[in-house]
């Protein structure tokens, strides 16, 4: 069996640690907008002064009035009230972690999730950088309400198609100071590329990191960075052949649950895109063979999951591009 369906217990587990997680990334969200840094009144010659800082900075916003004591006692009560509810909806999470486990919902590995939410909080997920390969799997069970055979979602890697064609924010301040290397050792230090400016990144056990990217048409004409900075040591993505239908195609959001039983968002390729692109990949002459077999088999599970639970159809325009459908043209 490539699918196994959840138990109507496992499938209220996990809603309810998906409404708990929706609910946590709301509040943070707003803490991030509005309570980061703080406020205080200092006192500047004979008058008080209202200062709002905001990393290291701090600015005045003007002497002492009615109006901004106001501003300052809805920011003071606002920020406490976030924060307790931030604190009260972790608490819910650290509740469900050990239940999800036991319960066998715990599935995206550790370090996968962990590299996976790096990349979200620096804003990254969802706009450069996108989940491809067996990881996404995890995104489309979860969405479906299934479980892949574990033989089609074991993995000792993780591959990030890289989107070129967004820059990065102003805001990603970390990643344009140490780019994705940087953010990598974040989360393990022991993270290096295994070559400079190369498009694989391993740590001390052996995890491996790889950034990939669509293969120009021209080479000579491409000007898309190839990686997210153009620091010495940081990662460049690999050109593959192939992949620009996938930058094109349309994405899927799901939130998984890593397996310490904690919620992790995950932004892959279309589960189509996907069944398509490894019946592809298991076709070509130069794919390793031991590889093919368990590229069919992932593509026949992803298939199953967009008709069967997603019912997405796949005479569909966003896939007009695959080779795989082109080639039957």
């Given at each position: 069996m490539l699918l196994n369906d959840l138990t109507g217990t496992q499938r209220r587990q996990l809603i309810d640690t998906q409404q708990v997680f929706a609910t946590w990334r709301a509040a943070k969200a707003e803490h991030d907008r509005r309570f980061t840094g703080g406020m205080r009144w200092a006192r500047r010659g004979n008058a008080d002064y209202l200062l709002r800082k905001n990393g290291k900075r701090e600015t005045s916003l003007g002497v002492r009035s009615t109006e901004l004591e106001h501003a300052y006692d809805a920011f003071m009560k606002g920020r406490a009230e976030n924060q307790d509810r931030l604190s009260h909806l972790e608490k819910r999470l650290d509740e469900f972690a050990p239940i999800n486990?036991?319960?066998?919902?715990?599935?995206?590995?550790?370090?996968?999730?962990?590299?996976?939410?790096?990349?979200?909080?620096?804003?990254?997920?969802?706009?450069?950088?996108?989940?491809?390969?067996?990881?996404?799997?995890?995104?489309?069970?979860?969405?479906?309400?299934?479980?892949?055979a574990s033989e089609l979602i074991a993995s000792g890697d993780i591959d990030l198609l890289y989107d070129a064609r967004q820059a990065l924010s102003f805001?990603?301040?970390?990643?344009?100071?140490?780019?994705?290397?940087?953010?990598?050792?974040?989360?393990?230090?022991?993270?290096?590329?295994?070559?400079?400016?190369?498009?694989?990144?391993?740590?001390?056990?052996?995890?491996?990191?790889?950034?990939?990217?669509?293969?120009?048409?021209?080479?000579?004409?491409?000007?898309?960075?190839?990686?997210?900075?153009?620091?010495?040591?940081?990662?460049?993505?690999?050109?593959?052949?192939?992949?620009?239908?996938?930058?094109?195609?349309?994405?899927?959001?799901?939130?998984?649950?890593?397996?310490?039983?904690?919620?992790?968002?995950?932004?892959?390729?279309?589960?189509?895109?996907?069944?398509?692109?490894?019946a592809w990949l298991s076709k070509r002459p130069d794919r390793e063979p031991l590889k093919t077999i368990r590229d069919l088999e992932q593509a026949k599970a992803a298939a199953a999951i967009a008709v069967r639970y997603l019912r997405l159809p796949f005479d569909s325009q966003v896939l007009e591009h695959s080779p795989v459908l082109m080639n039957r043209l």
């Amino acid at each position: 069996m490539l699918l196994n369906d959840l138990t109507g217990t496992q499938r209220r587990q996990l809603i309810d640690t998906q409404q708990v997680f929706a609910t946590w990334r709301a509040a943070k969200a707003e803490h991030d907008r509005r309570f980061t840094g703080g406020m205080r009144w200092a006192r500047r010659g004979n008058a008080d002064y209202l200062l709002r800082k905001n990393g290291k900075r701090e600015t005045s916003l003007g002497v002492r009035s009615t109006e901004l004591e106001h501003a300052y006692d809805a920011f003071m009560k606002g920020r406490a009230e976030n924060q307790d509810r931030l604190s009260h909806l972790e608490k819910r999470l650290d509740e469900f972690a050990p239940i999800n486990v036991a319960m066998g919902l715990g599935r995206v590995p550790a370090i996968a999730a962990d590299i996976l939410r790096s990349c979200d909080d620096a804003g990254l997920l969802g706009q450069q950088l996108f989940v491809i390969g067996t990881n996404a799997l995890f995104a489309y069970e979860a969405l479906a309400g299934t479980f892949a055979a574990s033989e089609l979602i074991a993995s000792g890697d993780i591959d990030l198609l890289y989107d070129a064609r967004q820059a990065l924010s102003f805001a990603v301040v970390d990643v344009r100071q140490a780019g994705l290397i940087g953010l990598l050792q974040k989360t393990d230090r022991s993270f290096a590329p295994v070559r400079p400016r190369g498009y694989r990144a391993a740590n001390r056990d052996g995890y491996m990191v790889d950034l990939i990217r669509p293969a120009p048409r021209d080479a000579f004409r491409d000007k898309m960075p190839a990686g997210l900075t153009n620091l010495p040591e940081d990662m460049e993505g690999a050109p593959i052949f192939g992949l620009t239908w996938l930058i094109n195609t349309q994405k899927v959001e799901a939130v998984a649950i890593d397996e310490r039983g904690y919620p992790i968002r995950i932004i892959a390729i279309d589960p189509r895109a996907f069944a398509l692109h490894k019946a592809w990949l298991s076709k070509r002459p130069d794919r390793e063979p031991l590889k093919t077999i368990r590229d069919l088999e992932q593509a026949k599970a992803a298939a199953a999951i967009a008709v069967r639970y997603l019912r997405l159809p796949f005479d569909s325009q966003v896939l007009e591009h695959s080779p795989v459908l082109m080639n039957r043209l």
